[in-house]
């Protein structure tokens, strides 16, 4: 089923998959084959290996696609690797401009992996569009950006930054792992590539993981698939089984989390030991109104500081009980870290702080439990860190 006139939630349940041919199973079996009987040497019926192509993995790409409003979509074994197959379009020599703020793995596969095959990456506020203006040269072929950003969750203007790309001849990616589609949909705002990790939102139990890409550029479409089946970093059938039962369920799982979050900031908005609250739902955020415009809702992440030292907002964290102390994110059950010491522990302390990430930072994923019991929660945990 592919119809763009039905809403959201409909698509998220019926796009890409129909009711198995052969044997009228209402979901998309698990098909654990590797390889495909030919009816004579190289004719097959559309799938030939499955590294190449899965159907159980097709029914996610084609779903992922809809939903993102792009006509090809790819699917891969972690968020890493579809970062990793954007990269791969580039050759060396080539420029890359990207925010001060974007995820720590990639802010790692660009300075350790590939700068040794000498592409080159600038990193730059991409809320400040005259200092993106400026970090363009003639050999810059991409933007990468992310919205909201982590851990701070500044927004940045996705139509405005595909405009610069566009004129200057470079394609822009999005990162919109934090959004979803449900809330924010890049390829609609001009942007040219969308990145998923599916083992956030999208799967949203926290049991498995993988990555995907969609465009709605029919070359470009071309091009990430044959590099999604020359490296092979692809999904096997159990686990895209996984991301299709997730995505069903999206918009009711993120209504709540964003209901949840609402409720929890405004909370902790008011709370004595909180100096600063991170979160575009609040009027005082600055990306405030550019959220507003350019997303559906304002996500389930949000960020704090809490006014004490590292070890004290250590205490917090680990005084949680309904809180699980994880890194990752956009799974049901809600979690909690301290970007200083986890998440962000690898950054230079002087840097680190430049960057805006205190000591007393603490970033939560927002799960769907009641939020009474929550924010019940995270009262005991700061009172018991600063006793
Ligand atoms: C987790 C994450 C990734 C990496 O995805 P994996 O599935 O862990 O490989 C990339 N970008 C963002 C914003 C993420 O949160």
Not at 23 to 31: H, R
Not at 109 to 127: A, H, K, M, R, S
Not at 253 to 278: Q, S
Not at 346 to 353: D, T
């Amino acid at each position: 089923m592919k119809n763009n006139k039905l809403g959201f939630s409909t698509r998220a349940i019926h796009a890409g998959t129909n009711p198995d041919k052969e044997t009228g199973a209402v979901i998309t079996p698990i098909y654990a084959t590797s390889t495909y009987i030919q009816d004579t040497p190289g004719q097959h019926r559309g799938y030939e290996y499955s590294r190449t192509g899965n159907p159980t993995r097709s029914r996610l790409e084609d779903k992922l696609a809809d939903l993102e409003g792009g006509r090809f979509g790819t699917a891969y074994a972690s968020g890493m690797a579809s970062i990793n197959t954007i990269l791969n379009l580039l050759s060396a020599g080539d420029h890359v401009i990207t925010g001060t703020d974007v995820y720590g793995g990639t802010h790692r596969i660009f300075t350790q992996v590939f700068e040794q095959y000498n592409l080159e990456f600038t990193f730059v506020d991409t809320t400040d569009h005259s200092r993106v203006n400026k970090s363009f040269r003639p050999e810059t072929k991409l933007l990468w950006i992310e919205s909201p950003t982590n851990p701070l969750l500044q927004i940045n203007d996705i139509a405005g930054l595909a405009e610069i790309a566009y004129e200057n001849d470079a394609l822009l990616a999005v990162d919109n792992t934090f959004a979803t589609p449900y809330l924010q949909r890049p390829l609609e705002m001009g942007a040219d590539i969308v990145s998923h990790s599916l083992t956030k939102y999208l799967g949203g139990h926290s049991d498995a993981v993988g990555g995907a890409l969609v465009t709605d550029d029919e070359e470009l479409g071309e091009r990430l698939a044959f590099y999604q089946n020359s490296v092979g970093a692809t999904p096997g059938p159990h686990e895209s089984f996984l991301f299709l039962r997730g995505i069903k369920t999206l918009p009711v799982r993120m209504d709540k989390h964003c209901r949840n979050a609402g409720e929890i900031t405004d909370w902790l908005d008011e709370h004595p030991l909180v100096k600063r609250v991170y979160y575009p739902g609040l009027k005082s955020h600055p990306g405030h109104e550019l959220a507003s415009k350019q997303m559906a809702g304002f996500g389930g992440m949000v960020s704090f500081e809490l006014d004490a030292s590292l070890e004290a907002t250590a205490k917090m964290c680990s005084s949680t009980r309904i809180f699980l102390l994880a890194e990752s994110l956009g799974g049901i059950e809600s979690l909690i870290e301290q970007p200083a010491t986890m998440t962000h522990a690898s950054i230079p302390r002087e840097e680190r702080l430049a960057a805006g990430l205190n000591d007393g930072l603490v970033r939560l994923s927002v799960g769907i439990e009641d939020h009474e019991d929550l924010i019940q929660d995270l009262d005991q945990a700061i009172s018991a860190a600063v006793e």
